[in-house]
């Protein structure tokens, strides 16, 4: 099997990984580049644990090629936040308690975060629709979609 | 560097064509081993399933002109192949002229599998299950093929011929979806029934478009087309033809939807049993029609 050498920005930093023609990018992110932030929970595209963005959208990594990267732009949960601050939805999922076991919690952040890049102000539906593909096996998704709303505020507040 | 990919997919060779021309050609010089795709989000959910075990995987979602989402007020809309069912969504024209089909593709799965599913993948998987396929059948879709011999155009109606096969030849690359402008003053709807309210494939999906029509005895032309209740996606013409002919009542709803039903010939699945798809497809079609016909008036 062919190997390939792509180029890839990864949370601001330019990297050059080999990688095999069936590697998904979650085995990239997780496997050769140790940012294991990014979980693997189904590797089917069902529970959104994998969820990172790609050229600025939310993607199941584990249903994109690493190969297919090439010249993309990777955003993870460990580029989430910046230099001295959390993001506000990382922000409100801990000052709200929307993190039990914290295995979805990367990928609840990485849509949440994206639905109020494209949604400043969404509704509740709108913030359950954005989620349903983010499963939680701990929380009960209540305090999750309370984090949102709470974040869309602080959002508001500091722009 | 090692690389541990399990459990990722099997063993395959990426292949990113230059051209459609090259893409056409290595599919067709590649007759089993080689499959184009777009999202992947079906191709690499059978192959880890070990359904398909394809050699050469041809990245056909770069190629020119696939990622153009074009509308023109006389024309229509033409989507290429490779437009993702989020921007179809987002698209404002898709919102003005062509609702149902942001209805549709609104049903399907999540929003990060939207980033990357398109409509044409969804028709080329041709699963009866194919929660965009009806709004293309009544939107009148048809599909841009290019092929060793050039381009041509296929109509959605006669595309498929049995649950993963269509009128695709080898070497066959879809290359955009066309709609003309809707009929003046239609109105259309989705009504997907799934194990959950969002997110899972289709136990039964009904869409239904209707618009006034001078030609049809009642004033109203309908159309149908029920989704996983046959090997293909089905359109019941039966009563698509009986509610032309006769005034819209609630008896006559009824009698279109009995029609659609006996039109049916639906499977026991993990999802649902086949008597249960038929009483739903009979519910969800009269239940469909009467919010159209209500929209309508
Ligand atoms: C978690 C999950 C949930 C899902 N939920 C739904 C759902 O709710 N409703 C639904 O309808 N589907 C669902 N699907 C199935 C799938 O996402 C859709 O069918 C999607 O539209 C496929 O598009 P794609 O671009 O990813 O297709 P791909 O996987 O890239 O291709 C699909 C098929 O088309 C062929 N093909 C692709 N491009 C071309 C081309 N240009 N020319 C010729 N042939 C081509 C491929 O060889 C393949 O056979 C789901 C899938 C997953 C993984
Ligand atoms: S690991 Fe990717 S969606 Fe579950
Ligand atoms: S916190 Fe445990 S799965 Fe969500």
Redesign the interface.
Same mark, same amino acid.
């Given at each position: /099997?062919?190997f +390939?050498k792509i180029n890839v920005t990864i949370n601001d930093d330019l990297e050059q990984v #080999?990688? &095999?023609?069936? /590697?998904?990018l979650m +085995?990239m992110l997780r !496997?050769?580049l140790a940012l294991t932030g990014t979980k693997n929970g189904c590797?089917?595209?069902e529970c959104?644990a994998c969820?990172v963005l %790609?050229n600025g !959208? &939310? #993607?199941?990594s584990c /249903? #994109? %090629?690493a190969?297919?990267c090439d010249g993309a732009k990777i955003v993870t949960v460990e580029g989430l936040a910046g230099k001295k601050q959390l993001d506000p939805i990382q922000e409100a999922i801990v000052q709200e308690g929307g993190v039990q076991c914290g295995f979805c919690t990367p990928g609840i952040l990485i849509?949440s975060h994206? %639905?109020l890049k494209r949604n400043p102000n969404p509704s509740e539906d709108e913030i359950r !629709?954005?989620l349903?593909?983010?499963l939680c096996r701990c929380t009960g998704y209540v305090r999750i979609i309370e984090s949102v709303k709470v974040a869309a505020r602080m959002q508001s507040v500091t722009t | 560097m090692t690389m541990n990919t399990h459990p990722s997919l099997p063993e395959f060779e990426y292949v990113q064509p230059a051209t459609l021309a090259e893409a056409c050609e290595f599919l067709a010089s590649h007759a089993v081993e080689a499959r184009p795709f777009l999202g992947g989000t079906d191709v690499f959910v059978r192959m880890r399933d070990g359904f398909l075990t394809p050699q050469f995987l041809v990245d056909v979602k770069n190629l020119k002109g696939l990622n153009d989402l074009h509308f023109d007020p006389k024309a229509g809309l033409t989507l290429g192949a490779a437009v993702n069912m989020n921007r179809v969504i987002a698209s404002p024209e898709v919102k003005a002229y062509y609702p149902l089909l942001a209805e549709a593709c609104r049903s399907v799965a999540s929003y990060p599998l939207r980033t990357r599913a398109t409509i044409v993948g969804n028709i080329c998987n041709a699963s009866p299950a194919g929660d965009t396929i009806g709004a293309c059948l009544t939107l009148d879709g048809v599909l841009h093929i290019h092929g060793i011999n050039g381009p041509r155009q296929e109509s959605m109606a006669s595309f498929f011929l049995g649950p993963g096969k269509t009128t695709l030849k080898l070497g066959d690359v879809v290359t955009a979806i066309h709609f003309p402008i809707p009929p003046k003053g239609c109105v259309g709807m989705y009504l997907k029934l799934g194990r959950n309210q969002l997110s899972d494939l289709s136990i039964v999906g009904v869409t239904a478009l209707g618009y006034p029509d001078s030609n049809c005895k009642s004033g109203y032309r309908f159309r149908l087309a029920l989704a996983s209740v046959a090997p293909v996606p089905l359109v019941p013409t039966q009563a698509e033809t009986y509610l032309a002919n006769h005034s819209i009542t609630p008896e006559s709803v009824h009698e279109a939807a009995r029609l659609s039903t006996d039109a049916c010939s639906p499977i026991d699945d993990v999802r649902g049993s086949a008597r249960y798809r038929k009483q739903m497809a009979r519910n969800l079609s009269a239940k469909a029609l009467a919010e159209v016909w209500k929209k309508l008036n």
């Open positions: /099997m062919a +390939h #080999v990688v &095999p023609s069936n /590697m998904t +085995h !496997e050769s590797s089917a595209g959104g969820t %790609l !959208e &939310p #993607v199941n /249903m #994109v %090629l190969v297919e849509s994206a %639905l !629709e954005a349903v593909g983010n | -």
